[in-house]
């Protein structure tokens, strides 16, 4: 399998700024996806890398190290709209099927 | 909007009964994708299809089926069903095979009593 790995909660203040830490199995692997999810809703997307480094846009900047299997997703300037689940998803050569993470939930407080 | 069409919104039905749940994918979109998601669980792959043809498996259960049809709108048909199948079902749209952005439906809740 693609051994994805994201943790599964975290918590964070309105305003702060939060890192979200993905793993993945690096064998065939061609990119990253991160996707965002609120409860009962579609995900919808939010960045994807396929090169080394870190990619910003606007208050969410995700970075990717394929050498290491390693990706994060980085939030800036918390709002509390920013309450929800964080899906993690590498793209692999063999096939179009996009597999993704278990989602880290984020619940950001006043 | 994301531009792909899911129906019904919502479905409430028993144990064995037959569903079939639809998806129009965004104009010029190839390729299909359906995934499931239970309560408090992850999404998971079922299928994938590209330009009709199924192209991907994921941990889809003999139960279940789906096709694309020529005019690239998908349908998976869910029968035999247990309460274990209530689930929100989700179908992404993409133009290419991959990778590629997906977009997803709304989805289809599913509850089964």
């Known amino acids: 399998g693609q051994n994805i790995d994201q943790p599964t909660e975290m918590t964070a203040t309105e305003g702060a700024i939060v890192q979200i830490n993905c793993t993945y199995q690096?064998?065939?692997?061609?990119?990253l996806f991160w996707y965002q999810q609120h409860a009962g809703e579609a995900p919808t997307f939010l960045s994807y890398?396929?090169?080394?480094g870190l990619e910003e846009k606007g208050r969410f900047s995700s970075f990717l190290s394929r050498s290491k299997g390693y990706s994060y997703l980085l939030l800036k300037e918390l709002q509390m709209k920013d309450s929800a689940s964080y899906l993690c998803?590498?793209?692999?050569?063999?096939?179009?099927?996009?597999?993704f993470g278990q989602g880290t939930e984020l619940s950001v407080k006043p | 909007d994301s531009g792909v069409t899911q129906t019904p919104k919502h479905l409430i039905t028993a144990t064995g009964q037959r569903v079939t749940l639809r998806c129009s994918p965004r104009?010029?979109?190839?390729?299909v994708y359906w995934y499931q998601q239970s309560l408090d669980q992850g999404l998971q792959f079922l299928i994938q299809y590209y330009n009709g043809e199924e192209r991907a498996k994921g941990n889809i259960l003999e139960r279940f089926s789906a096709q694309q049809f020529p005019d690239l709108h998908s349908e998976l048909n869910l029968s035999s069903l247990e309460l274990g199948d209530s689930a929100l079902y989700f179908c992404a749209s993409s133009l290419r095979t991959g990778p590629g952005e997906l977009f997803f439906g709304e989805g289809s809740r599913l509850t089964v009593l």
């Open positions: 104009s010029g979109d190839l390729s």
């Open positions: 690096t064998s065939g692997f061609n990119g």
């Open positions: 998803a590498p793209f692999y050569n063999q096939g179009g099927k996009l597999i």
């Open positions: 890398n396929v090169l080394d």
